[in-house]
């Protein structure tokens, strides 16, 4: 039998297979989704969004007090594909008492991969590697030829050493990785331990390191953290990783870094604005390598992350205990 009152829920993108049969199957809800792969277009996630009890959005949908104010008083929980919670106005949902869901743990490994992919990719050259190989700039082996940078002995500087941190450093520890710095909010001497790692300022991590790797996420603290300062302070052979937010990062301040060789390179999984435009200067330079923000991009972990998004939703809607719920 169907419940008397249908809870509405609208989805803002097509997601993957697992979240939505969980979705369909919930008896006591009426779904509505923006049935694209292409973000939707906000005057229709207003109209969608009006009048509903749940919301399952994703981390380029930006949820603020003019969308909150326009969905009404209905809406009871907001449903995140992400682990990033920064394009929800925060202040403003937990004014309203909206419960929010997320999804940590469930991508960490597949990010921390593509984290360790980008470096390996970036400090060692192989975009460029392989488009000599393919524009004949590829002549002979040549020993002082696309040389880069290695792991060996090196020293990695982890901004940020949460789940994903400290995945990336589990993973990067067998290259032969000498020493372990990290930098963030407090020091986390539990988790620091497996890896040795030692808890320094931002300015030392910067001048120490050969890598460094961002992995904190984005907060007011954080916003424009990596700039003209820190890259002064790094080395001119240091590479630098960023797969938090592109917000972490004053991009034109890496720009002059990149291309007057104060640093050697940077790979971004994570841009300001996204998708960057084609022609923005980053994409002129050689020493730069930007993916469109796939950390989490692995079949299995987008369906392992659409069903918990289902179910965070289902149980704040149900009033149950959800799986992953933000503490706000
Ligand atoms: C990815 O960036 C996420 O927040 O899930």
């Not at 249908?6 to 803002?12: A, D, P, Q, R, S």
């Not at 277009?41 to 749940?54: F, I, N, Q, V, W």
């Not at 730069?288 to 950390?295: A, D, F, M, S, T």
């Amino acid at each position: 039998m169907r419940p008397a009152r249908l809870m509405k829920v609208f989805i803002t993108r097509r997601i993957p297979p697992e979240g939505i049969a969980a979705l369909s199957r919930a008896a006591d809800c009426e779904v509505e989704q923006w049935d694209s792969d292409e973000p939707i277009p906000d005057k229709e996630l207003e109209r969608g969004l009006a009048g509903a009890h749940g919301l399952l959005c994703l981390l380029s949908d930006r949820v603020d007090k003019r969308l909150l104010d326009a969905t009404g008083a209905n809406l009871k929980v907001i449903s995140t594909m992400s682990v990033g919670v920064d394009h929800l106005a925060l202040d403003e949902i937990k004014k309203r008492g909206i419960r929010v869901g997320y999804t940590p743990d469930v991508l960490t490994d597949t990010t921390a991969e593509l984290a360790v992919s980008l470096l390996l990719t970036t400090c060692r050259r192989l975009p460029e590697a392989i488009e000599e190989v393919k524009n004949g700039g590829w002549t002979s082996w040549k020993p002082l030829w696309m040389c880069g940078y290695g792991l060996t002995q090196s020293t990695v500087g982890i901004i940020g050493l949460g789940r994903i941190g400290q995945a990336i450093a589990r993973r990067l520890k067998p290259f032969g990785v000498q020493k372990f710095l990290y930098t963030g909010r407090q020091p986390r001497p539990e988790e620091a331990a497996e890896f040795q790692a030692e808890f320094v300022s931002v300015p030392q991590l910067a001048a120490q390191s050969d890598f460094i790797v961002v992995t904190c996420s984005l907060t007011p603290a954080t916003r424009g953290l990596c700039n003209k300062d820190l890259f002064q302070k790094m080395k001119k052979t240091a590479v630098f990783v960023n797969i938090s937010r592109g917000d972490v990062v004053n991009q034109d301040d890496l720009y002059q870094a990149l291309a007057s060789g104060q640093i050697a390179a940077a790979g971004l999984d994570v841009t300001t604005p996204e998708p960057l435009p084609t022609n923005h200067p980053l994409l002129t330079l050689k020493n730069c390598v930007i993916l469109p923000h796939i950390g989490s991009a692995t079949y299995r972990t987008r369906n392992t992350m659409s069903l918990l998004a289902a179910n965070n939703l289902l149980a704040g809607l149900r009033g149950e205990p959800m799986p992953s719920e933000l503490k706000l």
